[in-house]
């Protein structure tokens, strides 16, 4: 698939805003920090579509983008830190419960993990969920330019089996060199083509 254009629509921040855009929609989520702008950007084509920041939590809102006047990019909020005492929490955001409960447009959320770190309670607690209430995902394990090629598998396998799930379901990517872009957008395409 070639993405011909790519909008940013709009932001919300409160639950009762989330949009109802009609069109099918693919949502990103996943830790503060790893790598969903910058997969949208990336995706995209568009170096400054979805803002890549480096200050951990500082996405709380629901971006969404318009791809070739067909689908949707839903950029969720990181899921974020809270401090309880001098540990750092990792905390979901409220909207993003509201978001896969209330959009009746979803067709995949893509769940981005740090292909160098075990999956964290959260990624396992969405993971879980996603698998409890039959909804459509992909894990996408981010940063792979970070380690050795001949490291890959075995970080993978590390996924698989934290999050009990088959290897099949994991895209492997980097959104500094594009490795997985051309899967993630087949995946989309054929998503697409048989939601028809
Ligand atoms: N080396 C490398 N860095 C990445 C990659 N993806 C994201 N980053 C960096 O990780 C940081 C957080 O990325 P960002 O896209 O803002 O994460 P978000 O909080 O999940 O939206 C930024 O400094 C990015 O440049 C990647 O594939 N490879
Ligand atoms: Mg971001």
Known sequence: MNIKSAVYKTSVVSGDKILN??????AFVGRSNVGK?????????????????????KTKMIN????????????????????VGKSQLDIWSSLIDVYLKNSNDLQTIF??????????LQDRQ???????NNLPFMVIATKADKIAKSKIKSYLNIIVKTLNIR?????????????????????IENKLDSAL
């Open 167 to 187: 290897e099949e379901m994991i895209i492997v990517s980097s959104s500094q060199s594009g490795l997985g872009r051309g899967k993630i957008l087949n995946y």
């Open 111 to 120: 769940v981005l993990l740090d292909i160098r770190h075990e999956p964290s």
């Open 64 to 83: 969404y983008f318009e791809i070739n006047n067909q689908f949707m990019f839903v950029d969720l909020p990181g899921y974020g830190y809270a401090k």
């Open 126 to 132: 969405m993971i879980e969920y996603l698998v409890y």
């Open 21 to 26: 855009s009609g069109k099918p929609e693919f």
């Open 37 to 57: 702008s910058s997969l949208i950007n990336n995706l995209t084509n568009n170096k400054n579509l979805a803002k890549a920041s480096s200050t951990p939590g």
